[in-house]
């Protein structure tokens, strides 16, 4: 481990966050993952592959999915590794505030080393991302901040962390209630602290229906979605107490102000 953290600071310094990018993309294939990258030393690229393998495995059970095809031979996911975080936005045509992004009909990701918290963070969203789009399909219609949740959930520190900053929301003036979350737009424009405050809230609302509203019902959400049905009437129809997401959005303010 020594080796590998001297190497990747090593690669940084000399070359990692410069714009002379390499021309070719070299490969790294294992049992569900292409690895492609550029510069990065070989011993990050192992650690890439391997945290990627644990996540696989992990953010399904996690969310209680059943996985009904293996990511194996032409159906593995792929994950690229850009030198820095200008060669990312440059070429995979990202907003400055992004440190990862996926493609979840392809299974490709798209990031860079120094993207904050890359294993604990960064993998396990994007993978995340692609698991949910696995069980409910890629013409379920669901709102940004759901499938966003969703994939947040998979951040130990972001899950745990969000209740306590849309609780801040709420007291300071700048909540964002779920009917103008559903509506939201994220461009590369937008302002950083409102990215920020839309991905606190989905990683707060998706983890009140996971915990306060019970796992299986969540489960059991999800799938109904599959059958592209719209999310209003899924939600009506699992969760009988919610006619609206207004009524969503009352009952997670009234858990999050409760002492």
């Known amino acids: ?60 059970r996690n969310l209680g999915f059943t996985r009904y095809k293996g990511w194996t031979w032409d159906e593995r996911a792929k994950i690229y590794i850009y030198d820095s975080a200008e060669h990312y936005i440059q070429e995979a045509k990202q907003a400055s505030w992004s440190h990862g992004s996926v493609s979840p009909s392809g299974k490709v990701i798209r990031t860079f080393p120094m993207a904050h918290g890359f294993f604990d963070s960064t993998l396990p969203h994007e993978i995340g991302h692609i698991v949910f789009r696995e069980f409910v399909g890629l013409e379920a219609q669901v709102p940004l901040w759901f499938e966003e949740g969703v994939a ?68 059991n959400f999800c799938r109904e979605l599959q059958e592209s049905k719209s999310f209003d009437w899924t939600l009506d129809s699992i969760y009988a107490r ?17 002492p």
């Open 1 to 60: 481990m020594k080796t590998f953290k001297l190497l990747f600071v090593l690669w940084v310094m000399v070359g990692g966050t410069r714009l002379g990018y390499a021309e070719e993309w070299k490969e790294y294939k294992k049992s569900h993952f292409i690895i492609y990258y550029q510069s990065a030393p070989f011993d990050f690229v192992e650690n890439v592959e391997q945290s990627a393998e644990r996540y696989y495995e992990d953010i399904a």
């Open 152 to 219: 947040m959930y998979q951040e130990q520190a972001k899950r745990w962390g969000a209740h306590a900053a849309v609780r801040e929301a709420i007291q300071n003036g700048t909540f964002i209630p779920l009917e103008e979350l559903t509506i939201m737009v994220l461009r590369g424009k937008t302002d950083e602290a409102l990215v920020q405050l839309f991905y606190a809230e989905s990683a707060s609302i998706v983890n009140f229906m996971m915990n306060e509203l019970g796992k299986q019902r969540f489960v």
């Open 242 to 258: 919610f006619d609206t997401i207004e009524d969503l959005n009352k009952a997670w303010i009234k858990y999050l102000e409760q």
